[in-house]
């Protein structure tokens, strides 16, 4: 029905087209074709006026030779007629000279009548060709009226699950809310109960140490009764007695025990493992990398961090496989020491505490995990962010975390309850956290390093840079700042003017992730971090400049850098599968 209405009204267009000319033309031709005809009267009056005068000659000529005597008047005759015959050439040469201009018109009439006619010929392709082109849009409009129609259904679709989304997660958030003060309940009346237990396990201690204080005097009293020989060489040794119960306990009386007691040390939160790796301190010197010691498939998939412990003994790497994986370093090579597992998704950062007991792993998961690294075992999950967990530090105390996440929060977290203790929200996305004793410094998605005050959870300062920072690291005396950004500069921020000290850059170095990790090494005189083509940079603190560059041994970006703390080895992690052990052997 369309199509008919549509070829009506474009023959309909034509007609109506054909008359606006036909009616322009008529009026053009008009006047010119009514000379003409004009013309044309005037040339068969002459015709039968030549032919009136030419029997009237020859009647005058029979009259003139049947009387002779009227010789006068034909005299008059013949003059009359020469006028008349020159007056009537006259206007036979105005009309031949009036026809030729006609004919000259009309050949140039006819001219412009068939550039007219050329010119609607193409007018008329021009206008099919248009309606073709206006039919073709017309059923491109009509496919574009369904898509959007089909666009408009599933924008409804989206927003009426947007809806139910937003419904589901006000319920689970109040949930949450809810079961976040039942676990402080029972926080605090489980701290209660061992409270009063801790009591009673007290005054039970002061009795059993009275009872022994009591039979000691007694002991005592009947001893000095009966005085023995004492030898001189003899050596005189107390032993303690259920050290369990009384510890800290000594009698006034009691002597000095000459063997030498040993205490073996505790981490803060809850007991180390029976052989914690003693940390080996600031090195005596580093060495900066030129040979890929070994190179190895660490993981199945990206590999995202890298650390080694503070003894350098072991190397830890975590990926998208969601385990972090620990190395025993050995003769140059990375021999596979055992997997920690229980993570949900892809592991973001790693870290030891001070002793190299513990290991700190964030994940995007939206939790963080600590595990043992002489069992392996899952010591403590702590869930609460609502986005990816990009970076989770110790604070030196070992008893509490730091963790930023994609949710644009902070959390400070307390290891001997389990909570955690504050929330601050920080504006944007943290992609790294470095602490000191009492400052936290975070890098964010906005191009800002926001220094935090723990104690008073406030902003002290900000600094703003020219790239999304991907990283920080702090020398050992926690005295700079080392800083990564997405404009491709690596920096050092001294923290006792929090200004830029230094900046490093290089040709080909480019920032390849938004959590590309740069390390200092152990001294504090290198720069190393790993650019988008696979090369390993190293920069000398002292000349500002690149002292080095590896770039024959990965096959994608670099993620991750770590420098041994001994300062003996640098391991580099790329997007890959990838790890590679570096030194100068």
């Known amino acids: 029905m369309a199509e008919r209405r549509g070829e009506c009204s ?29 013309l044309l009267e005037k040339s068969d009056l002459q015709t039968v006026l030549s032919e009136r005068y030419q029997t009237d000659k020859y009647d005058v000529q029979r009259g003139h030779e049947a009387s002779s005597g009227t010789d006068g008047r034909s005299d008059v005759l013949q003059q009359e007629m020469s006028q008349m015959r020159i007056k009537h050439q006259e206007e036979l040469t105005e009309l031949h000279k009036k026809r030729g201009e006609l004919a000259q018109n009309v050949i140039e009439l006819n001219n412009q009548i068939q550039q007219k006619d050329k010119e609607i010929q193409s007018n008329e392709a021009k206008m099919v060709e248009y309606q073709q082109q206006i039919t073709t849009l017309e059923g491109d409009c009509r496919e574009l009226r369904s898509c959007l129609q089909d666009l408009e259904r599933a924008n409804q679709t989206l927003k009426d699950e947007y809806d139910a989304l937003q419904i589901t997660f006000s319920a689970l958030e109040e949930k949450l809310r809810k079961t976040t003060d039942d676990n402080q309940e029972l926080v605090s009346r489980w701290m209660a109960e061992k409270a009063q237990e801790a009591n009673k396990l007290n005054a039970e201690n002061e009795k059993d140490t009275r009872r022994r204080q009591a039979k000691l005097q007694k002991e005592l009293a009947d001893a000095a009764k009966e005085p023995l020989p004492i030898e001189p060489d003899d050596d005189i040794e107390v032993l303690a007695e259920d050290v369990g119960k009384g510890a800290g306990e000594t009698s006034p009386k009691r002597p000095l ?14 007991s180390s493992p029976e052989h914690p790796e003693a940390p080996s301190g600031v090195c005596a010197e580093v060495r900066v990398p030129s040979t890929a010691l070994h190179v190895f498939e660490a993981h199945d998939g990206e590999v995202n961090a890298v650390r080694f412990s503070p003894g350098s003994r072991l190397l830890a790497t975590g990926g998208m496989d969601r385990k972090v994986k620990l190395w025993e370093v050995v003769a140059g090579r990375c021999e596979p020491k055992g997997a920690l597992t229980g993570s949900n998704a892809g592991i973001t950062s790693i870290e030891f505490d001070s002793a190299g007991s513990y290991l700190l792993a964030a994940s995007n998961d939206f939790a963080s995990r600590i595990w ?64 000191t004793e009492q400052c936290v410094m975070s890098g ?38 080392l800083t990564c ?70 096959n994608s970006a670099i993620n991750s850098v770590s420098w041994s703390p001994s300062g003996a080895f640098v391991a580099s992690v790329e997007k890959g599968s990838r790890a590679i052990l570096w030194s100068d052997m």
Not at 393 to 414: C, E, H, M, P, Q
């Open 485 to 554: 950004s997405r404009d491709d500069l690596v920096k050092i921020i001294d923290l006792r003017t929090n200004a830029v000290r230094q900046t490093f850059s290089a040709p080909g170095f480019k920032c390849g992730a938004d959590w590309t990790r740069v390390t200092f090494s152990p001294d504090g005189s290198y720069v190393a971090g790993g650019s988008a083509d696979g090369a390993l940079y190293i920069w000398s603190v002292v000349t500002g400049k690149v002292d080095r560059t590896l770039d024959r041994n990965h």
């Open 10 to 38: 474009w023959k309909r267009h034509i007609s109506e087209q054909l008359k606006v000319r036909d009616r322009v033309q008529r009026q053009a031709f008009e006047e010119i074709v009514l000379q003409y005809n004009r």
């Open 372 to 435: 043992t690294v002489e069992d392996y075992r899952l010591r403590h999950t702590l869930t609460g962010h609502s986005g990816k967990v990009l970076s989770a530090r110790f604070l030196l105390d070992n008893a509490r975390i730091v963790s930023g996440s994609y949710d644009r929060t902070l959390k400070l977290w307390d290891l001997r309850s389990k909570v955690c203790m504050k929330t601050v929200f920080a504006g944007s996305s943290c992609n790294d956290i470095v602490c």
């Open 444 to 481: 964010h998605f906005d191009k800002k390093v926001r220094f935090w005050d723990i104690r008073a959870e406030s902003i002290v300062q900000e600094l703003e840079l020219f790239g999304r920072v991907t990283s920080l690291d702090l020398n050992h005396d926690r005295t700079e700042l």
């Open 257 to 270: 025990s000459r063997t030498p007691s040993r205490r073996r040390p505790t981490n803060s939160f809850s």
